[in-house]
C-alpha cells in the first residue's frame, strides 16, 4: 500500500483532530455529504478499504459494513462499540478499532461526580438556592450518604478499576460481579447479581452493551436492591430496563438513580425528568476537549497504523490480529 492514499469513508460529523490527522494521508469520503448513496456504493463502493466511525450514534451494521466488499479495517470512536456488529467484521476478516485507555480518567471521574451528586443532592440543593429559597430555609438535610454505603461495581474493567480507586480513596468499601473473576482484583467478588444486589447500597453499572447485557437491571435487581438503595447507570443505556427502572423510582422500590445513559438518546422519558429525586446527565461520561481529542487521535492512529500495512493498536475482542479469513 506504500506510495498511495487510501480510500477511507467517513461515517459522521467532520472533527477537526480527525481531519488533521487523515489529511494528505488518505482519500476521505464523506458519508453525510454524499447526495446519492446507493450511486456512490455502486460506483466507488469496492475503492473503499477502510471506515471512519466519529460518535458512537452512528449506526455500522453487517447490511452497512457488506456494501464495500474490500473493507479491512473499521476504526470506530469511543471504548463502547455496540454500534458495530463486531461480530459480523470478524467474521468477514474485518478489524474494528475502539478508542480505550484514554477515556479512563475522566469517565471515572464524571462517575464519582455523578455518585455524589446523586447521594447528596448537590444538584437539588443547587436548584434550590437559585430560586431563592435559602432566604426562608435551609436546605432539607439529605436522607443519603457515602458514609454508610458498599458500592457494587457492575463490570470490573478499565475504567471499574479507575473508578473503585477512587471510591477506596473515598473510604467507601467495594465489591464487584462480572462475567469471570479477575485474579488481580482485591475486592470481593460475586458471581451472581442479585446476591450482589441485596448486600451493595449503590450499583454502579459500567458494564459494555449490546445484546448480552441487555436489561441486565431488572426487577429482580431492583428489587432486591431495596429501598434503600441507588442506582448509577455510566454503562449504556440499554443494560437498564428503562420503564421497571422508572416504576421502581415512583414506587420507591429504590431511593434514587443517577444516569449518564438512556434507551433511547437523546430522548430522556418525560417520567425521570419530573422526578426531583434522580440526578440526570446528558451522556458526557469523557465530554472533555482534552478528552475527546485523544480519542479522536487514536481513531486516526489505529486507521494510519492499518494504512502503513502496521498491526492496529486496539482491536476490539471479535476481530483479534492477525484477523481471521474473510468468509
Not at 453525510?32 to 451494521?61: P, Q, S
Not at 479507575?162 to 462480572?178: C, D, M, Q
Request: with cysteine; glycine share 8%.
Amino acid at each position: 500500500m506504500a506510495g498511495d492514499k487510501p480510500d477511507v469513508l467517513m461515517v459522521g460529523a467532520k472533527k477537526p483532530v480527525m481531519m488533521k490527522g487523515f489529511d494528505g494521508k488518505v482519500t476521505l469520503h464523506h458519508w453525510l455529504d454524499l447526495k446519492d448513496k446507493d450511486a456512490f456504493v455502486k460506483d466507488a463502493g469496492k475503492k473503499i478499504k477502510a471506515i471512519a466511525i466519529a460518535y458512537t450514534a452512528n449506526k455500522v451494521d453487517g447490511n452497512f459494513l457488506q456494501q464495500f466488499p474490500n473493507l479491512e479495517q473499521v476504526s470506530s470512536f469511543g471504548v463502547g462499540y455496540d454500534h458495530i456488529d463486531a461480530k459480523w467484521a470478524g467474521e468477514h476478516g474485518i478489524i474494528v478499532t475502539n478508542t480505550p485507555e484514554v477515556l479512563n480518567e475522566e469517565v471515572a471521574d464524571t462517575a464519582l461526580g455523578l455518585l455524589l451528586c446523586t447521594v447528596r443532592e448537590l444538584p437539588q440543593s443547587e436548584r434550590y438556592l437559585r430560586a431563592g429559597k435559602w432566604k426562608d430555609a435551609h436546605y432539607p438535610l439529605t436522607k443519603a450518604t457515602l458514609r454508610d454505603r458498599t458500592v457494587g461495581m457492575v463490570g470490573m474493567g478499565r475504567i471499574g478499576k479507575a473508578i473503585a480507586r477512587r471510591l477506596e480513596a473515598f473510604g467507601v468499601p467495594v465489591v464487584y460481579h462480572s462475567r469471570n473473576q479477575q485474579p488481580d482484583v482485591k475486592y470481593k467478588y460475586y458471581p451472581k447479581l442479585i446476591d450482589m444486589a441485596r448486600d451493595a447500597d449503590v450499583l454502579m453499572v459500567i458494564t459494555p452493551g449490546g445484546a448480552e447485557t441487555k436489561d441486565l437491571i431488572n426487577a429482580e435487581v431492583l428489587a432486591a436492591l431495596g429501598p434503600n438503595g441507588i442506582l448509577i447507570n455510566m454503562a449504556r443505556g440499554s443494560v437498564v430496563d428503562e420503564a421497571v427502572l422508572i416504576k421502581a423510582l415512583q414506587d420507591k422500590t429504590i431511593l434514587s438513580a443517577g444516569l449518564d445513559v438512556y434507551a433511547r438518546e437523546p430522548e430522556v422519558p418525560a417520567e425521570l425528568i419530573a422526578m426531583d429525586h434522580v440526578v440526570l446527565f446528558p451522556h458526557l461520561g469523557s465530554a472533555s476537549v482534552a478528552t475527546r481529542e485523544k480519542m479522536d487521535q487514536l481513531v486516526v492512529d489505529n486507521l494510519l497504523a492499518w494504512a502503513a500495512g502496521k498491526p492496529p493498536l486496539t482491536p476490539v475482542a471479535e476481530t483479534p490480529w492477525p484477523p481471521k479469513t474473510r468468509a
